[in-house]
């Protein structure tokens, strides 16, 4: 069992995790906002209450950061980790934002299968942020996010191609291609988590 | 009184500061390139001397740095501020350079009240710098500047809409994007100049 | 001559060599891409097993840093040289990937001279890294690294003009913007490279 120095030092797995599981949230709330095709605007407001939210998660780690002495893990790798955990939210939300702004209609259906990936990337980055405090098993979880990464390049490669295709004029190809280049951005992020924790990992090991 | 350790100290303010005035010329220089319709190539020139001095004060920073043994404050966040203003300059000599190399003559008049928020977070950014010696009155600056901020995000985004709307023609709406992109990064950047200064103070205070 | 704590430090400057080397051959790959005008695909997938191998000498740098205590500079500027040589094959794959995705057959002539900047860059960097040992003679090749970044940012700005010149459709203009923007964004990661090693050598002089 790792000592704990202090009892505060908690707080970062909590706001962590809390970080982590409101991305589960702003991922389901995706996966819906581009399934229905109409009275999208009141889950595009829900996705603005989570981005807030996630913003307070981001501003507790750093005020901490900033008033500690001792931190559990390197002090940059807590800054990378809160920064990129924070990035994912916000590319979500940006992508339901654009949606809504540009009154984008009907997505080509490969993007169902991008948001898909984001909310199964989420719901591992919530589950393995408690097994921070324990190190344990968490080379499983990078291993798949890495999986689900290539995955999400995959789809948005054909997503490219398919929007470059010929099939959709210029002004809708530039809107669909900012959105789906939002959620591309998501995924990306998760890799930088995922690269952070393994880093974590390694110096403790 | 904070005590000084090196006289040499000193300079980190004034090069911040010299900084900071740097971008209140720029953004003086914006607001007339884009007020007038004809005759702007001396203008965007200017601006291209304003960015080479800059340069100038960044590159003295990071010369000091790398010099110094002793700094008023943390290295890394010396290095965060001086690049974010940095960031501020090049983000609006892009938007000049790009009004002159695509040859862009009428720009929606949004686009006007985007400067006049860069040009107030100059100006609150350069009278901001030389408190960082006393650390006193800080708070005051960055609440108005991420008020600005959103100002500057809600400007962003109706001229978004208006773009995308099916007054433009694709190509029209490529180069009038890729302006005001430059100039919604430079209102971001800003943002990150007082969440670098904000961090500071907490760690001082 | 530099003492030497542990055998084990030459690694790095062989890892960066290796780095260094493999953009020397992602570079030339680049030329013959854009030099044919079909048959490109096993080219393309050449350039995917480079950015492979670009991987694992990026992912050994990494490694060996977060095992080691001691480094022979500044952890910070080893962490910062491994991202931007790796993110320099990076902008040079997806330019390739996105040359064969979109099936862009024929692209402006300026867009060879912008891959020959990238190949004389990508030469002196690796003719650079084996003089990290001694740091001598390193002045001369950051000033003609800057050199040929102004170079290709000159011939960036003449293909923007001539993209947007009215010559090509949107849709068409929207792809080659993706492709030569990849382009440029290496060209900036070498001054990354560069301004890395002109701090580091500052550090040591």
Chains 1, 2, 3 share one sequence.
């Not at 909590?14 to 991305?23: E, K, M, R």
């Amino acid at each position: 069992m790792r000592l704990r120095l202090t009892p505060r030092e908690d707080s970062y797995y909590d706001l962590f995790a809390a970080s982590a599981n409101n991305l589960v949230t702003a991922s389901r709330l995706l996966v819906e906002i581009i399934s229905v095709d109409s009275d999208r605007s009141a889950l595009i407001e829900k996705m603005a209450a989570c981005e807030h939210a996630g913003d307070e998660h981001t501003h507790a780690i750093m005020r901490r950061l900033n008033e500690s002495f001792i931190t559990p893990f390197d002090r940059e790798d807590i800054y990378r980790l809160a920064s990129s955990l924070d990035d994912i939210m916000d590319y979500m939300e940006a992508a339901a934002d654009l949606i809504g702004l540009y009154q984008i209609e009907h997505l080509p259906k490969e993007v169902v299968r991008q948001v898909e990936v984001l909310e199964r990337a989420s719901e591992l980055t919530a589950e393995a942020m408690p097994r921070l405090r324990s190190m344990k098993n968490l080379n499983e979880y990078w291993i798949e996010i890495n999986r689900l990464e290539n995955q999400a390049d995959q789809i948005y490669r054909r997503l490219l191609a398919k929007l470059f295709g010929g099939e959709y004029d210029a002004l809708t190809v530039l809107k669909m291609k900012e959105v789906i280049d939002q959620l591309e951005g998501a995924a990306d992020a998760f890799e930088h988590v995922a690269n952070t924790i393994e880093s974590i990992a390694l110096k403790d090991g």
